[in-house]
């Protein structure tokens, strides 16, 4: 029976429809994602894929709009669930703690998008439900983030100029100090991939 799990989180392509994509702290998340999932199979280990909805809306998170779906060069394998959330992490609205539970697993290893807010959000719920959780920061998606009191329609220029914008080096930097020795252990792809044998 598997004792861990990695949990791949929003990894879709709504985030690539923004214009704010071309400024992602991690361009090769498909690849960084890739290699956790080929160790964690590797392993023997459980790989959930979850996927954010926000149906009715006419966003780019609508499902009517097609986008709610993996980013090309993802894919499950049989036995791999998917679930669909409709809240920032990936337990409240989903059976994922049913599905670790019924497994048996009790180390949760996160990856996605984006850093700062479903995949930490993720970690901290599972910490508080008593999983040991693992942070993969450079397996994680974050953008240049405004200032609060940026107005709604500012533009994407407006932003990027603005010198309250947080960069995605704060944003991981505070991120990562916030989760490590409270919620997570903070750990690189290579430090995950690289306790796999090879021959696994």
Not at 118 to 124: N, P, S, Y
Not at 129 to 154: Q, S
Request: aromatic share 6%; proline share 5%; charged share 20%.
């Amino acid at each position: 029976m598997n004792r861990a799990a990695l949990v791949v989180i929003d990894v879709q392509e709504s985030f690539r429809q923004r214009p704010i994509w071309a400024y992602a702290s991690q361009p090769d998340i498909v690849g960084q994602v890739n290699r956790l999932v080929d160790a964690a199979r590797r392993r023997g280990d459980l790989v959930v894929w979850v996927l954010h909805a926000e149906a009715g809306t006419g966003g780019l998170f609508d499902p009517a709009r097609g986008h709610v779906r993996l980013i090309e060069g993802l894919a499950p394998v049989e036995g791999e669930p998917t679930l669909v959330k409709t809240s920032h992490n990936a337990f409240t609205t989903t059976n994922l703690q049913q599905l670790l539970t019924l497994a048996g697993i009790r180390e949760v290893a996160v990856c996605g998008i984006r850093t700062e807010q479903c995949v930490e959000t993720t970690t901290r719920v599972g910490c508080d439900l008593g999983y040991e959780m693992t942070f993969v920061t450079d397996a994680t998606v974050t953008f240049p983030i405004p200032h609060r009191d940026v107005p709604a329609d500012a533009s994407l220029e407006e932003i990027l100029a603005d010198p309250r914008t947080l960069s995605n080096e704060e944003m991981i930097a505070r991120t990562e100090y916030a989760l490590s020795g409270r919620f997570a252990t903070i750990r690189t792809v290579a430090e995950v991939t690289n306790a796999v044998p090879a021959g696994v």
